[in-house]
């Protein structure tokens, strides 16, 4: 490799005589400065091995960072993990701690009481040719419960060169990114192709092959297996550092949310290959918008939140969590909808043969039963989604009530989160730490609300808003409370003009919540019901489904229902409009109650 090892510093003993003392409970701090000097670009993450005492437990009990100067693609910073000690090195068949054991030794030490233990960067460091760079790792470990003597050893290197560990498949997943799309097609030459069938671009859309990946624009063919396959790409994109690759993530994230995303957080427009269509085409009663896809799209998110802290990713996180997601499961998680429309009529469902894959109540169970088990995947890791974090910044993108943990320089701070989210807007969060921490929270701030919010318990800290998130800065202590209120105002939405199947309707949200109206509230007829926007809503809490949510109310009108004589048409006539209470519930809680119409988008007065 190309990385020198210069100077070690354990505090105490010589250069010559390397003996540490450790007192039983002491933190120990060892230095060591290195520097790097390729003859060609590099861009890997680096590993450190230290020879210490196996009562320490190492693993546990050390943190390491790594501090870099010089040209280093604006990295200055790296915190530094444990390595699985099981891991096996290439062309080897014993884990690494065994090999460096068999290479290095214990030295002095009385063998088994020593173990190597090693750390590596999370993240990649770059350096380019023959560019030189000086860094410093530091390891703070904490000694065990007796007073010992010792002679520590250290090793150093690219971890890629000698200790692999999740490269190969680094390496596997860069390729297939850049093999699809790529002629000629690998399923055409090991399939048994025709010529007919090459020539159709849709078989080549649906996989998401018909261009290789970095010049795609636009969400094609099957919807689940697109923001997968985006996924792939934007955990490539951060791991080599591909900005190309990043760019086109980007650009097909925007297409997606902004031309062919459902308000609910939906995606897929039809059955007819589980696929998007074409930007701006949003039908509400043929639509498919799997449970499974929203679900990708909440992994799309997270994975672009890794590589851009940006609102607008943890916002269709939000959005597609709330509705489009939990829809897919009943109130009491014993049935499930594949589908997930907004707009039904039961009759249709069963005697339409272009709407029989909208069901009008969920089902038990399905021949391709992904989006039961995926809902509970997701569900059940939803703390991974909730919060990012670097060296000193922690990143709250999801209001859930709980706990996480942030360690900085080797001080540990708890964040307990209390939210009343969905349904009220007061969010707080408390500290608990035995020594004070100096770190960064990142607090969303929701598009729903905008700039309607307020924040008590930041003075003497220091407060900036950067692309949706507030940035609360300082030294935070035990106690510290910071309370949050978003505003939890009803808003009338509209869609842009170019969604046909919307136009003169609009649809309600509250926070992140999607409302609709169901026959069960509202009797038949529901596309007959005329809605101002500037009504008032009147909110309602109750747990008569079992849960308690917020439902709404409002005055609107009624269309009396025009019936022609003898035939379908007559003359028009004006309409007749008669007064109503409408009832909206959450769009997620609907179908609780027996098969009925249901309406998300409603025609506006």
Request: hydrophobic residues 35%; glycine residues 8%.
């Amino acid at each position: 490799g190309c990385v020198y090892l210069d100077n070690v510093n354990v505090n105490q003993g010589t250069e010559e005589n390397p003996i540490y003392w450790a007192k039983a409970g002491e933190i120990a701090t060892f230095t060591i400065d290195a520097h790097i000097d390729c003859a060609e670009n590099q861009t890997k993450k680096f590993l450190m091995a230290i020879l210490v005492p196996k009562s320490w437990n190492a693993r546990e009990n050390t943190t390491v960072t790594y501090t870099a100067t010089g040209k280093e693609d604006g990295v200055t910073s790296l915190p530094m993990s444990p390595v699985n000690p099981q891991l096996v090195p290439k062309n080897v068949d014993v884990p690494w701690s065994e090999v460096l054991r068999a290479e290095y030794g214990v030295g002095t030490n009385v063998l088994n009481d020593m173990e190597w233990v090693a750390f590596r960067t999370d993240k990649l460091y770059s350096i380019k040719n023959h560019d030189y760079a000086n860094f410093t790792i530091t390891l703070k470990c904490k000694a065990g419960p007796k007073n010992l003597r010792f002679k520590p050893a250290f090793f150093i290197n690219f971890a890629e060169d000698d200790f692999p560990g999740d490269e190969k498949y680094k390496k596997l997943a860069e390729y297939f990114v850049n093999q699809r799309g790529t002629q000629p097609y690998y399923f055409d030459s090991e399939g048994k192709v025709t010529e007919k069938e090459k020539k159709t671009k849709i078989r080549y859309q649906y996989y998401q092959a018909h261009l290789p990946v970095r010049e795609q624009k636009t969400a094609m063919g099957h919807a689940v297996r697109a923001v997968y396959l985006y996924s792939g790409m934007a955990d490539v994109a951060r791991l080599t550092g591909d900005d190309s690759l990043y760019q086109t993530c980007e650009t097909l994230w925007n297409n997606i949310t902004t031309k062919q995303m459902y308000v609910t957080g939906g995606i897929g427009q039809t059955h007819h290959g589980e696929a998007f269509t074409f930007d701006y085409d949003m039908p509400n009663d043929t639509i498919y918008a799997e449970t499974c896809a929203s679900i990708g799209l909440v992994f799309f998110a997270r994975r672009m939140l890794e590589m851009n802290p940006d609102s607008k990713y943890a916002d269709v996180m939000e959005l597609a969590l709330h509705n489009g997601v939990l829809s897919g499961m009943a109130l009491d998680g014993k049935s499930f909808f594949y589908v997930n429309p907004l707009s039904v009529n039961p009759r249709s469902c069963h005697d339409d043969p272009g709407k029989q894959h909208v069901k009008p109540v969920r089902q038990k169970w399905f021949g391709c039963a992904c989006c039961p088990p995926n809902l509970a995947r997701l569900i059940s890791s939803i703390g991974s989604y909730a919060y990012t974090e670097n060296e000193d910044t922690l990143w709250v993108h999801l209001y859930a009530g709980g706990t996480v943990e942030k360690e900085v320089n080797g001080q540990k701070a708890q964040v307990v989160i209390t939210s009343g989210l969905p349904w009220d807007g007061d969010v707080t969060l408390k500290v608990e730490s035995e020594q004070p921490v100096t770190m960064t929270v990142a607090l969303r701030i929701p598009g729903w609300c905008g700039e309607d919010f307020e924040l008590e318990g930041a003075v003497g800290k220091e407060c900036r808003m950067e692309n949706g998130y507030l940035y609360v800065s300082g030294e935070w202590k035990e106690g510290d409370l910071l309370k949050l209120r978003f505003a939890m105002k009803v808003k009338v939405m509209q869609a842009d003009s170019r969604v046909r199947q919307d136009e003169g309707k609009v649809a309600i949200m509250r926070g992140p919540v999607v409302y609709c109206l169901e026959e069960a509230d509202n009797g038949q007829g529901l596309p007959l019901v005329r809605v101002k926007p500037d009504a008032v809503f009147t909110e309602e809490k109750t747990d008569e489904l079992g849960f308690t949510m917020i439902m709404l109310r409002v005055d609107a009108k009624t269309k009396k229902p025009v019936t022609v004589e003898n035939g379908l048409y007559q003359t028009w006539q004006k309409p007749v409009y008669e007064g109503k209470e409408l009832r909206f519930i959450p769009y997620y809680a609907w179908a609780n109650r027996g098969e009925g119409e249901m309406e998300v988008w409603v025609n506006q007065l």
